[in-house]
């Protein structure tokens, strides 16, 4: 039995094909203006790449904020569930999840049997998402997969007070102006997020294994200022699942629960 699963994301539309718990493929593209084309490229790559057709396929379930735009989906399930779902397969003894994309960052608390107990949304402000990283970068004129590694390098902890992208691109120029080492000002960045992520997850309640999932989890400046900030390590997950695959992963795992009359 071979099911799939989409993630419509802001930014990327992720796919993951599942035939009886085996992950035959995996695809992201870019989430254009045409949401259902998007997905349509993204399924069609990874069909291409497992070697079936839409035939082989018994069953899609589709999450993410343009879940709803995706026609051909069997039906659909919350990203906060999807994202509980996976993590849930891939790590069973997680009971928070922090799940950070282009624009909102998420924390999920779950019990022993992967349920969610409570969950909070940070989606007022980009502030506390992948997009102000992405900001960040352009304003300082360096590449977003160099940010984490010159993160790393700073030796100085400066604050950064602004709570909204504009203010602190604003605060990233001055700065510049004040020739702080970027390293610092790209430390401060992820410092920044880092703390209102952590407030978020506070509220909703931190109980061990915690795991960090979504692209930014993919940023090794901004997972050093997570652990620094919460004092201890966090569970991100590899191969064949990466992080921002999660919520696609657990769509495809909700579409092979349905199929099994789960």
Do not use: W
């Not at 502030?127 to 004129?141: K, P, Y």
């Not at 909204?164 to 610092?184: G, K, M, W, Y």
């Not at 919460?230 to 579409?255: H, Q």
């Amino acid at each position: 039995m071979t099911v799939i699963g989409i993630d419509l994301g802001a930014k990327n539309t992720k796919v993951v094909i599942l035939r009886s718990s085996e992950i035959l493929a995996t695809s992201s593209v870019l989430s254009g203006f045409d949401q259902q084309s998007s997905a349509e490229e993204a399924v069609n790559e990874a069909l291409n790449k497992a070697k079936i057709t839409r035939e082989d396929i018994k069953h899609i379930t589709a999450t993410g904020a343009g879940m709803d735009a995706i026609t051909f989906a069997n039906d659909t399930v919350t990203e906060i569930s999807a994202s509980a779902r996976g993590i849930s397969k891939v790590f069973p003894s997680v009971r928070t999840v922090i799940d950070i994309g282009a624009e909102e960052g998420r924390a999920i608390r779950l019990n022993e049997n992967g349920k969610i107990i409570d969950f909070g949304i940070n989606e007022k402000c980009a502030a506390g998402a992948g997009a102000f990283t992405e900001a960040m970068a352009r304003a300082l004129e360096v590449e977003l997969e160099k940010m984490g590694e010159m993160s790393l390098k700073s030796t100085k902890a400066v604050p950064m007070n602004a709570q909204c992208t504009i203010f602190a691109e604003s605060e990233v120029v001055s700065l510049i102006h004040q020739n702080t080492p970027r390293e610092d000002i790209i430390r401060a960045v992820h410092d920044a997020i880092a703390d209102r992520i952590t407030s978020m997850t506070r509220r909703v309640g931190i109980e061990k294994d915690v795991a960090l999932v979504g692209g930014v989890a993919n940023n090794i400046g901004f997972v050093d200022s997570m652990k620094r900030n919460l004092g201890f390590d966090l569970l991100i997950p590899k191969d064949p699942i990466v992080p921002e695959f999660i919520s696609a992963y657990g769509a495809a795992l909700v579409a092979q629960d349905t199929m099994n009359g789960g």
